[in-house]
């Protein structure tokens, strides 16, 4: 089969790679239906995070089993699933409080730009949905694979509770997943911050009640004004840069919360700063495992439609394309079908 | 009267200054039952925190009212008061939330060493007991302004629930205190850090399961040793150095609760880190205002006896030689009385 290699800074390539095996017991095999570029893919991309050689790139996922390996007990070949970009046994410790992307078993998953992944950990990885979706509900339940998943734990993490007051730091796809999660567990009011236009459009269908075009201290600066001075309840972190976690922070109300799932890069925090903040700060890599039931089921029983974040579809042998697209900032997120 | 000054780093003279008086008409002069040495006092006179010329000391008291301004309206004179080391008008949206340590008008106290002190907003900072205390019950009930509701605010930010496996960092006051809040809200093991044996002793009275002499690396790898690998569900951070913090947030298990209340000093978290350590991390000057009553109440009904942190009682003339005994951890805290 070809897949998706990122051989150097805008350097992607979809080339032949050697077909995925059964290798533990415990893996299965899947084929794509569909796949997407992430926003965390740009770092490496754009040769802001080193890579190690050539690197098989993609880690959101969902399609058909093929195979199952000879200890997989509750995934059958035949089912449609949907897994975590992190895998998971679902069963230590860490799993059972909920924390199953850091997993003692965790792999990062990173070979999904590709018509068939091998899926590791598959009982404790996998969701199957009820029998095999239709077409049109795809890009939606590939969503709940990562991105929505992520923007669910920053709401989440940030304590996000009927009649809160949010602010959304970050209009990439999973910032506007954020406000849509933040909407779905009842915010009165959803501050994006955001100056691309079609982004603030997506915002508001997803419920945002404010547009924030400022960023820095001006943005702080606006979203004191729009809160009585006091900040947010619930803010979401959906970048991972210096700028973007001290925006967070600081538009924050005391005793407030801050949800961090931007990767940090370069992040340095002050702790007297954080410390007369007053916040309340988590985040890290989402547990997407915890929410894929439940995400799956709003997808699936149209309560919500995140797969409009993929304003871009591309077969996936044009995948260097949808990098570029979401480089330029020319797309949201590109959907890729095998 | 006489109070206590610092000139600068060791130098703590007890010298003639000015009677306080009603500044504004929302304050109150009180006449000072006992006051206290704080950990936190250390810094600026070890030199570590600068100070701007000669500097009234000392943040934690209690007493009787002597005279209240014309808009004071619930506290009157002739009632023994405690109030917490922040001042806080207990009406503004932050405090009504509980963050009165974050009040729009906080003041810092910082003349609180001396036989009089003027307390600002009266009414929102000072509660009152029923009556005037006994004498015995004036340490613990000096402990509620701030070491006791400091270690209280660590506990509760660092979610201890029954059954918690809790981790203490640091063996001050506050560390010691923050063991017997574990052991109020029902923590089932409280594994202190301490190389002290005295403080160990105390520890262990308090509620501490388990005692850890290691520190940095070694102290991680102890609590991992003590916690199946995972860590424990909620840490306590009494100190506010890069090493304490560093050894707090490592310490904990995924998905657990760093509570930090030592001020920090020099901390830098790096991002990157704490995102991965997928910890909570919430901290900051303690709300002791919210916690006052309830830890008022536990003490006059003998619940605890949180004093036993004093093992130094001086006159109030002889401030010095509590800063020195402190500062050579020959006490643990100097009890000062006028």
Not at 43 to 52: F, K, S, V
Not at 75 to 87: D, L, R, W, Y
Not at 303 to 327: C, S
Request: net charge negative; glycine share 12%.
């Amino acid at each position: 089969m070809k897949g998706t290699v990122l051989y150097g800074p805008r350097d992607i390539r979809f080339e032949e790679r050697e077909d995925p095996k059964i290798v533990e017991p415990t893996d299965a095999i899947i084929r794509m239906a569909v796949t997407c570029v992430c926003g965390s893919d740009l770092w490496p991309y754009r040769g802001l995070q080193p890579i190690d050689g050539p690197t098989p790139m993609g880690h959101e996922y969902c399609g058909v089993v093929e195979e199952v390996g000879s200890a997989v007990r509750s995934i059958k070949p035949g089912q449609f699933v949907i897994g975590s970009f992190a895998t998971s046994d679902n069963t230590c410790p860490t799993c059972q409080i909920g924390y199953q992307s850091s997993c003692t078993h965790r792999e990062f998953m990173s070979h999904a730009q590709a018509p068939l992944l091998r899926v590791p950990l598959a009982d404790g990885t996998l969701v199957p949905t009820p029998g095999v979706p239709k077409d049109d509900l795809l890009p939606s339940l590939l969503t709940t694979s990562d991105v929505l998943g992520t923007g669910w734990f920053a709401a989440d993490a940030a304590n996000v509770k009927p009649g809160s007051t949010v602010v959304v730091v970050g209009d990439g796809a999973v910032g506007l997943l954020g406000v849509l999660s933040a909407r779905q567990m009842g915010a009165e009011r959803i501050i994006a911050m955001s100056r691309h236009e079609q982004r603030q459009k997506l915002a508001r269908e997803f419920g945002a009640t404010d547009i924030v075009t400022e960023r820095g201290d001006e943005g702080v600066a606006r979203i004191m004004d729009l809160t009585h001075g006091l900040g947010a309840d619930s803010v979401l972190e959906c970048v991972g840069t210096q700028d973007s976690m001290m925006q967070a922070i600081r538009s924050t109300r005391k005793g407030g919360y801050v949800g961090y799932v931007g990767v940090p890069h370069g992040v340095e925090l002050n702790g007297e700063e954080l410390f007369f903040s007053h916040v309340h700060l988590h985040g890290g890599p989402a547990p997407v495992r915890r929410y894929l039931p439940k995400l799956i089921d709003l997808v699936l029983n149209g309560k919500i439609n995140p797969g409009k974040v993929f304003d871009l579809t591309l077969p996936l042998d044009q995948v260097a394309e949808g990098y570029r697209a979401m480089d330029e900032r020319r797309a949201i997120k590109a959907l890729l079908r095998p």
